[in-house]
């Protein structure tokens, strides 16, 4: 380890969508810093401890630093989501991770990234020690502005909540609000507001965005002074030197050009048995090519369903000259940059949508939980894709009838004009991504540090 470089410590909590940008900001970082990132054992899904072992062997210059959190009976959490528990678990045990972190690193710390989901326990901690903490937030500029701003309107709306008017900036309505925020008292509602207020006090918050996608979120965050937002983004995806998981389904390359759907709902949003019904039959209905990836858990080992089982009798079949159906993981950066895929269904985690914009892949939003809805309001609003607003979505009854999703996926997969200002967002992506502006700027201020 070369001690005139600034050594950074990354904290990511749990789940691949925290996971995969801090791997991304890791890997970024390594070419001029010295980068510790710490991974929390054990890791809740099989996805984030394949993650962990291909990115340490291919990342040899990535120093790993691992914390074996003591066991917990989650039994005693029935019904609470197992990576959201996960969360408050690294925030109630902070302050033994930052200990061991002190004292096994290889050389000094000069700052520290957080996951902004574990920020209200890591920030006091490093300023205490005197070290610089910054904090990735692993979501859109739209859902940051939103969480900055969320606590002000909970202090004059202690009770209950409405249509959120983030000032100078937009309306967030309250159907797209994530729905445990809905009670003030639930424990989520807890734990963001103490994280929002804590980012406020870092050193600066790092998010994976670029300007022509959230021009407006971006001003506004800027217009608040403090702290400095950074926008990395798009970060370029990790490139694993080996892989224990299969990459890209062969399948896709005797598609013709742009013409498969490719539809995920990322690595933790399980849809229910009777919408995957729906969503099958609405896609045989279209008569597009797809390729699909199901969940039908929260936490990828307890997946256990036959594919033919779920989609009912006959399906596959049906369907087997025109889509490739899996339970597996697929690398979704490859999907996307692949040269048959031409639209994207997606929940619109926000990953997921960098990696669509990057490579200019149209989208049809469906949003299912949590921020996703604020980040298919940018999907729109950017020429990204679709957003049929009224799909339902976490908590709610009703499904989306086939015939109606049919409708949207040929609307998305047939409309030029949207084709278009995709590929517009995908050129701006690519623009930002080349220099690594925001990257040299945050490593400029490491430097400070050293
Ligand atoms: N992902 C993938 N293959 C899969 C499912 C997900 O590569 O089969 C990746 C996807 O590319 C993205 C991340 O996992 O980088 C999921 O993050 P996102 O923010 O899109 O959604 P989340 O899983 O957090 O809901
Ligand atoms: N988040 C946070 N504090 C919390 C819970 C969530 O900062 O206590 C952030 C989280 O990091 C993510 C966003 O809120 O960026 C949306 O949370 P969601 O429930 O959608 O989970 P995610 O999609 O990140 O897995």
């Known amino acids: 380890m ?17 996971l995969i940008p801090f791997s991304r900001l890791a890997a970024s970082l390594s070419d001029l810093c010295t980068v510790t990132m710490i991974s929390i054992l054990p890791t809740v899904s099989t996805a984030e401890s394949r993650h962990f072992t291909d990115f340490f062997n291919s990342y040899g210059k990535i120093h790993p630093l691992y914390f074996q959190l003591p066991p917990l009976d989650s039994l005693a959490y029935p019904n609470t989501d197992p990576f959201f528990l996960r969360w408050t678990r690294i ?17 000094p710390i000069s ?43 909970q202090d004059s709306n202690p009770v ?52 022509y996608l959230e021009p407006d979120s971006l001003a506004w965050l800027r217009g608040e002074h403090s702290p400095p937002v950074i926008a990395v983004g798009p970060l370029p995806p990790v490139k694993m030197a080996t892989s224990t998981v299969p990459t890209v389904p062969t399948w896709l390359d005797e598609q013709p050009e742009s013409s498969v759907v490719y539809i995920s709902f990322g690595s933790r949003t399980a849809m229910s048995k009777e919408q995957i019904r729906e969503l099958g039959l609405g896609l045989e209905a279209s008569s597009c090519r797809f390729l699909w ?7 990828d080992t307890g997946d256990q369903t036959e594919l033919s089982q779920l989609l009912g009798e006959g399906f596959l079949e049906r369907v087997k000259d025109r ?8 690398e979704q950066d490859d999907v996307l940059r692949h040269k048959s895929v031409g639209g994207f269904l ?54 989306v009838n086939a015939a109606e999703i049919s409708h949207r996926v040929k609307e998305m997969m047939s ?33 400070g540090f050293a």
């Open 415 to 447: 409309d030029e004009n949207l084709l278009k200002t995709a590929q517009k967002v995908g050129e701006a992506a690519r623009s930002a991504a080349m220099p690594g502006k925001g990257l040299a700027e945050l490593v400029r201020k490491f430097e």
């Open 91 to 107: 925030i109630e045990t902070a302050s033994d991770i930052f200990s061991h972190l002190l004292k096994s690193a290889p050389v």
């Open 323 to 330: 889509g490739f159906v899996t339970k597996g993981w697929v």
């Open 2 to 18: 070369d001690p005139s470089r600034p050594h950074i410590a990354l904290l990511p909590s749990a789940g691949m969508g925290h």
């Open 111 to 153: 700052a520290i990234i957080t996951d902004s989901a574990a920020a209200s326990a890591i920030l006091p901690l490093a300023k205490s020690n005197g070290i610089p903490c910054y904090v990735l937030f692993t979501s859109s500029a739209a859902t940051l502005s939103f969480f900055k701003y969320f606590p002000t309107y």
């Open 293 to 299: 990836v199901i969940k039908t858990s929260v936490v």
């Open 160 to 211: 209950s909540i409405g249509n959120v008017e983030v000032p100078g900036l937009r309306t967030v309505p309250v159907a797209s609000l994530p729905r445990p925020l809905h009670d003030p008292s639930h424990l989520f509602t807890q734990t963001l507001i103490g994280n929002s207020l804590s980012m406020v006090k870092s050193d600066g918050i790092i998010v994976n965005t670029f300007e």
């Open 346 to 399: 997606s929940h619109c985690g926000w990953n997921s949508v960098t990696e669509a914009a990057m490579h200019g892949v149209r989208v049809l939003a469906w949003p299912r939980m949590g921020d996703q809805r604020i980040n298919a309001d940018v999907v729109a609003r950017s020429g990204l894709g679709l957003w049929p607003d009224n799909w339902s979505w976490e908590g709610e009854e009703g499904l």
